[in-house]
């Protein structure tokens, strides 16, 4: 069964083909690609979205499409995933976001990471959940810090597919245990 997410102001969904040009614009808009190595183009960006598609279908979860009630407008990505196997990291269950500009600055992504959060310990069980970010993305660490995150620098790391020399390279870890979310939920809700 395919879990679909509800907040107050958002719906964490399956992809649909109508989310596909949104996400393409957002893929390709240096602002939201700011912290990752490359824009993609559409192919690489139609790909991404068929691969969480399948991964949803699989799983019944992942990193879901991000629906905004009020305008029932696509926003973007956030939810919990497996992570690759390249990464050197443990454990390798993450919660991510990844939302259009114009859904910046309204608290969507502590929003979502909340509700992927409470899925991933109370149906799903896991004991613990990471976040990674490029070093630099002080914006990306803020929200994990506001989810009750915490950073955890012995298990920074160099990501291994972004080129050396490539400030975007050295990335941080935050951490949450299954025990610390009722309590940071309540308190930054």
């Known amino acids: 069964m395919i879990a679909t997410l509800e907040t107050p102001r958002l719906i964490l969904r399956q992809w649909r083909d109508a989310d596909l040009d949104t996400w393409a614009e957002m893929n390709a808009d240096p602002r ?3 912290f990752f190595p490359e824009l993609l183009d559409r192919a690489r960006s139609d ?5 969480m598609r399948d ?3 699989r799983d019944g979860y992942g990193l879901w499409a991000v629906e905004i009630k009020a ?4 926003a973007g990505l956030i939810g919990i995933n497996e992570m690759a196997g390249d990464i050197p990291v ?16 309204h608290g969507y992504a502590t929003e979502g990471a909340q509700a992927s959060l409470r899925f991933a310990f109370d149906e799903l069980g896991w004991p613990e959940v990471v976040a990674v970010t490029a070093g630099v993305n002080e914006r990306s660490q803020r929200v994990m810090q506001r989810l009750g995150m915490i950073r ?3 298990a920074d790391f160099e990501h291994p597919r972004v080129p050396e020399g490539n400030p975007l390279r050295k990335h941080v870890l935050f951490r949450i245990h299954r025990e610390r979310v009722a309590r940071a939920v309540n308190t930054h809700a």
């Not at 790909?47 to 691969?51: D, L, Q, R, V, Y």
């Not at 390798?92 to 976001?97: A, L, M, N, S």
């Open 32 to 34: 939201v690609m700011e």
């Open 90 to 105: 443990t454990p390798k269950r993450e919660v991510g976001w990844r939302l259009a500009f114009d859904a910046w600055g």
């Open 47 to 51: 790909e991404s979205a068929a691969g």
């Open 55 to 57: 991964r949803i279908d």
């Open 152 to 154: 955890d620098p012995a």
């Open 71 to 74: 305008t029932a407008a696509f």
